[in-house]
């Protein structure tokens, strides 16, 4: 499978839904379409319903397969013992999170002193919330499984994996909260489908951390 160029990868799975007809040729529609393999997951499903050869059953099978994935991905977290100890473990542990979420999220794990994670915490969703009672939420959480540090995440569905204002804004308060708790903030980190962005190891913004 890891040698299958885009366009096989589809044929195959379009087979299971569509038996009897070429799905060579559908599947290079829905490349043409939609430009990437990625791109045709992340579609909507009645607008993959307008290419010739897509009916509802096949639209259907094509929008569980990123739903599919991420559960797996979080269910091999959830039955590992994780260690958030980089910006790069960080970054994988929350892409996996985010992984065919359409909307705007804000997540958070609490660590111990080790980084090893005690607890996930889904924010907020709709979008990147930074309210009194959301950040209230998370600092609860973090007093309540006695963690010595946390990282927060947000995903940009259809942006770049770079801060805002407010997004600075808002760790920047965050950190002064937790801080009068002994409660250190390790990393901001923004998602944006493949890539993220880290905060911390940002020569602009690792002053905050700091």
Same mark, same amino acid.
């Given at each position: 499978?890891?040698?299958?160029?885009?366009?096989?990868?589809?044929?195959?799975?379009?087979?299971?839904?569509?038996?009897?007809?070429?799905?060579?040729? !559908?599947?290079?529609?829905?490349?043409?379409?939609?430009?990437?393999?990625?791109?045709?997951?992340?579609?909507?499903?009645?607008?993959?319903?307008?290419?010739?050869?897509?009916?509802?059953?096949?639209?259907?099978?094509?929008?569980?397969?990123?739903?599919?994935?991420?559960?797996?991905?979080?269910?091999?977290?959830?039955?590992?013992?994780?260690?958030?100890?980089?910006?790069?473990?960080?970054?994988?542990?929350?892409?996996?999170?985010?992984?065919?979420?359409?909307?705007?999220?804000?997540?958070?794990?609490?660590?111990?002193?080790?980084?090893?994670?005690?607890?996930?915490?889904?924010?907020?969703?709709?979008?990147?919330?930074?309210?009194?009672?959301?950040?209230?939420?998370?600092?609860?959480?973090?007093?309540?499984?006695?963690?010595?540090?946390? !990282?927060?995440?947000?995903?940009?569905?259809?942006?770049?994996?770079?801060?805002?204002?407010?997004?600075?804004?808002?760790?920047?308060?965050?950190?002064?909260?937790?801080?009068?708790?002994? !409660?250190?903030?390790?990393?901001?980190?923004?998602?944006?489908?493949?890539?993220?962005?880290?905060?911390?190891?940002?020569?602009?913004?690792?002053?905050?951390?700091?």
């Amino acid at each position: 499978m890891k040698t299958f160029a885009d366009h096989n990868v589809l044929e195959l799975l379009l087979f299971y839904s569509i038996p009897q007809k070429d799905t060579n040729d !559908i599947a290079h529609r829905l490349l043409d379409e939609f430009g990437s393999l990625s791109a045709v997951f992340d579609a909507p499903k009645d607008v993959l319903m307008n290419v010739v050869g897509i009916g509802e059953n096949t639209a259907t099978l094509i929008k569980l397969m990123p739903e599919l994935f991420s559960r797996y991905e979080q269910d091999k977290i959830k039955n590992e013992s994780i260690v958030l100890n980089s910006a790069e473990a960080a970054g994988k542990y929350f892409m996996s999170r985010f992984i065919g979420a359409n909307t705007e999220k804000l997540y958070a794990v609490c660590l111990d002193n080790n980084c090893k994670v005690k607890k996930f915490i889904e924010v907020s969703e709709g979008n990147p919330d930074y309210t009194d009672l959301n950040m209230r939420k998370l600092v609860s959480e973090a007093i309540n499984t006695n963690s010595s540090s946390v !990282i927060i995440s947000h995903n940009h569905p259809s942006g770049v994996a770079a801060p805002s204002a407010a997004d600075v804004d808002a760790t920047r308060a965050l950190i002064l909260m937790l801080k009068k708790l002994g !409660i250190r903030v390790n990393d901001h980190i923004i998602v944006a489908g493949k890539n993220y962005f880290s905060m911390a190891t940002s020569r602009k913004f690792e002053y905050l951390f700091m």
